[in-house]
């Protein structure tokens, strides 16, 4: 009986930004014991592609060239990107991977477990999420958040749908326009259209990337999206989603006292704006401390967070509230996805 007739048949679909990363995503799955993709689907989403971006990791693929796709999602964020691989897929599963993850040596016939294993219910299975840390020192913040992802639910790294399932709900919110809380909308509405999500057995490898001192003032953004979730899916969404809350409430608290600290100051109520700043400064020490303690304590990594610390609370406020208001009459994503 063929994969075709048991329903197991499966696409991959990776949306891209042409990293360096990618071939080595695309060596492992080409390495991975088991039954072979139907189809991979590469999207490049940068907004101008380099037509010879992807030649490097193209040649790694070998005989499962002839079954690759290259499609270009206009850089629209990889919420876009993967709806536009799954458009262009047919098999009744498509595996959605990161492009800087590294399956598993026997991934394919785990996966292939995972689909066989499924009921007619099951809308998804996910993969489970390894993150490689140092084993010489402590972890840096951003090496901590990257971890984060071994616990993450509904992570779409490496996230196995029924294609059925996902025409259902009309795929991705591309209002979701970065690599955050598009898998928990995704997810919360498969469950809602009376789908179930299990989780699986294979392991994919995601090694922390390099990143920069102010990586986590660019990911104060993904505060405009819990916005967006908010709206979505009520005020207890992060509840539903099985998320972390995080800090906006702080982060709203200490922006709040910062500013009522020049505004007192300005009105000449020295006292008074003295005491804001004691609040100001007390919240924002106990947030660089948070992020310090459990760190390598390096000098560059102390200075990164007591930096980063100050900035993080009125970034994060900025978005929280800019998306607040850009979404505020934002419709289900069925309402308006073409």
């Known amino acids: ?125 996910q993969g489970v999420i390894a993150v ?70 294979r392991t994919t490898r995601h090694p922390v990337r390099p990143a920069d001192r102010w990586v986590s003032l660019r990911a104060q953004r993904g505060n405009a999206d819990d916005a967006l979730m908010r709206h979505l899916h009520g005020p207890d969404w992060w509840q539903k989603a099985v998320a972390p809350r995080g800090r906006i409430r702080s982060h709203l608290a200490i922006t709040a006292a910062g500013a009522a600290a020049c505004a007192l100051a300005a009105a000449g109520r020295r006292r008074a704006a003295a005491l804001a700043v004691l609040g100001w400064a007390a919240g924002t020490a106990e947030f660089a401390w948070t992020r310090i303690a459990p760190g390598p304590r390096t000098r560059y990594e102390v200075t990164t967070m007591v930096a980063s610390s100050v900035l993080i609370p009125p970034v994060a406020t900025w978005h929280w509230l800019s998306g607040m208001w850009r979404h505020r009459n934002a419709p289900d994503w069925a309402e308006v996805a073409p």
């Open 132 to 201: 490689p840390l140092p084993g010489e020192r402590r972890p840096t913040d951003w090496e901590r958040n990257t971890a984060g992802l071994a616990q993450a639910r509904w992570i779409t790294a490496d996230m196995a749908y029924r294609t059925a399932a996902l025409k259902q709900v009309r795929g991705f919110d591309e209002r979701f326009r970065r690599a955050f809380r598009e898998d928990a909308d995704l997810a919360l509405r498969i469950l809602d259209g009376g789908w179930r999500i299990r989780q699986g057995r």
């Open 1 to 125: 009986m063929s994969r075709a007739t048991t329903g197991s048949a499966y696409a991959v679909v990776i949306p891209t930004l042409a990293r360096d990363t990618l071939a080595d995503c695309l060596a492992a799955l080409v390495s991975a014991t088991g039954p072979r993709p139907d189809e991979i689907v590469l999207v490049d989403d940068r907004p101008e592609p380099e037509p010879d971006a992807l030649d490097h990791p193209l040649r790694v693929l070998g005989d499962l060239r002839a079954r690759t796709t290259v499609l270009t999602s206009g850089g629209r964020g990889p919420a876009a990107a993967r709806n536009t691989g799954l458009r262009a897929v047919t098999a009744p599963w498509v595996a959605f991977l990161d492009d800087d993850v590294q399956v598993g040596p026997h991934w394919c016939d785990q996966l292939a477990q995972d689909l066989a294993e499924s009921g007619p219910d099951t809308g998804a299975v």
